[in-house]
């Protein structure tokens, strides 16, 4: 079945770097989302991505959709601590409404 | 729009006895997903159902669980009986068929089995 893999697992910077978290799939994606679940939350919808390549930004956010249509990355430049929290990826396939989701990579920012 | 409710918030329940999670989708949306959540398998698909008729529940852990949407606005989730391997935060979502298919989540409910 439909897999999702996304590293790293956990990541703790310092405020005002960079942070990246990829997501690669198994099989080919229809699309692409990415989530934001704040400790003791619930998952936020961030963005959707359809097209192969596509590049879209969200303030300090950039999130990549790649030409084969099965690795996405999310990008978060100069973070802050109210960045905090865990990002998950989440594909579904060409027929299916079924969003498989990526194990999360965990973000820890240190002021 | 309230968003997705789930019920209860929390539940503590000793090992052999009936749980029943419940969901109230955004009214308006045709598909509802139950995930649950733990730190060692992520975030699982249990079940989702399309106006009210569950698709695919072959991410249902086996004959204890069982999901049912009566209509277009309740949905429940019940384990009987419950283990204390079912502990973990259940999340309802759901979402309407268009363009964007994002998820809303509900608030989980989180369960403890002792």
């Known amino acids: 079945g439909q897999q999702v893999m996304q590293i790293p697992q956990y990541q703790h910077v310092q405020e005002g770097e960079d942070f990246t978290t990829y997501c690669n799939s198994s099989t080919t994606l229809s699309n692409i989302q990415w989530y934001k679940q704040r400790p003791g939350g619930h998952p936020v919808f961030l963005i959707q991505l359809v097209k192969s390549g596509e590049v879209k930004k969200q303030k300090r956010l950039t999130f990549q959709f790649g030409e084969a249509k099965k690795n996405s990355s999310l990008h978060i430049t100069a973070t802050q601590t109210t960045d905090v929290g865990t990002y998950f990826c989440?594909?579904?396939?060409?027929?299916?409404?079924?969003?498989?989701f990526g194990a999360g990579t965990i973000l820890r920012v240190k002021s | 729009d309230a968003g997705v409710i789930q019920s209860p918030r929390h539940e503590v329940t000793e090992m052999g006895q009936e749980v029943t999670l419940r969901c109230k989708p955004i009214s308006g949306h045709d598909y509802l997903f139950w995930y649950r959540q733990t730190m060692m398998r992520g975030l699982e698909l249990l079940i989702y159902f399309n106006n009210n008729v569950p698709i695919d529940d072959s991410g249902m852990p086996e004959d204890r669980f069982s999901a049912k949407m009566p209509n277009a606005s309740f949905s429940t989730l019940k384990i009987q009986p419950s283990e204390p391997r079912d502990s973990a935060v259940y999340f309802c979502?759901?979402?309407?068929?268009?363009?964007?298919?994002?998820?809303?989540f509900g608030s989980g409910t989180q369960l403890s089995v002792l």
């Open positions: 979502a759901s979402r309407l068929v268009g363009g964007n298919e994002k998820l809303f």
């Open positions: 989440a594909g579904s396939g060409k027929y299916g409404n079924k969003l498989v």
